[in-house]
């Protein structure tokens, strides 16, 4: 995935790692990036969910929705489920998924 296509709350979250305030959640490395609307082609979801954070503790993932080589919203899914992944999150702004990581950040 290009550099460019990472929302720019990345140097956020990449802070946020380093104070320590983000477990469970990580950021997936750029060579380790991958498209789950490809890997998972049975789910037929409309545009590339590009991944770029993972929990720890489970297989919920963050992704981009590229729509027209554009980031469009983040979507929050749970992989490797019998369908492929489920959708369980949808985020408008970088600011408003990073709120659910804190939260989560928090309970964990």
């Given at each position: 995935?290009?550099?460019?296509?990472?929302?720019?709350?990345?140097?956020?979250?990449?802070?946020?790692?380093?104070?320590?305030?983000v477990e469970p959640w990580y950021m997936v490395e750029e060579d380790?990036?991958?498209?789950?609307?490809?890997?998972?082609?049975?789910?037929?979801?409309?545009?590339?969910?590009?991944?770029?954070?993972?929990?720890?503790?489970?297989?919920?993932?963050?992704?981009?929705?590229?729509?027209?080589?554009?980031?469009?919203?983040?979507?929050?899914?749970?992989?490797?489920?019998?369908?492929?992944?489920?959708?369980?999150?949808?985020?408008?702004?970088?600011?408003?998924?990073?709120?659910?990581?804190?939260?989560?950040?928090?309970?964990?």
């Amino acid at each position: 995935m290009k550099r460019e296509v990472i929302p720019e709350g990345e140097a956020v979250f990449w802070e946020k790692i380093r104070l320590g305030v983000v477990e469970p959640w990580y950021m997936v490395e750029e060579d380790n990036r991958w498209d789950a609307a490809t890997k998972w082609k049975q789910m037929k979801y409309p545009y590339p969910l590009l991944i770029f954070a993972r929990r720890i503790d489970n297989d919920d993932m963050a992704c981009l929705e590229m729509v027209d080589e554009r980031v469009g919203d983040i979507v929050l899914i749970h992989g490797w489920t019998n369908e492929g992944f489920a959708v369980v999150g949808r985020f408008e702004t970088v600011e408003e998924w990073l709120t659910m990581v804190e939260q989560d950040a928090e309970e964990y």
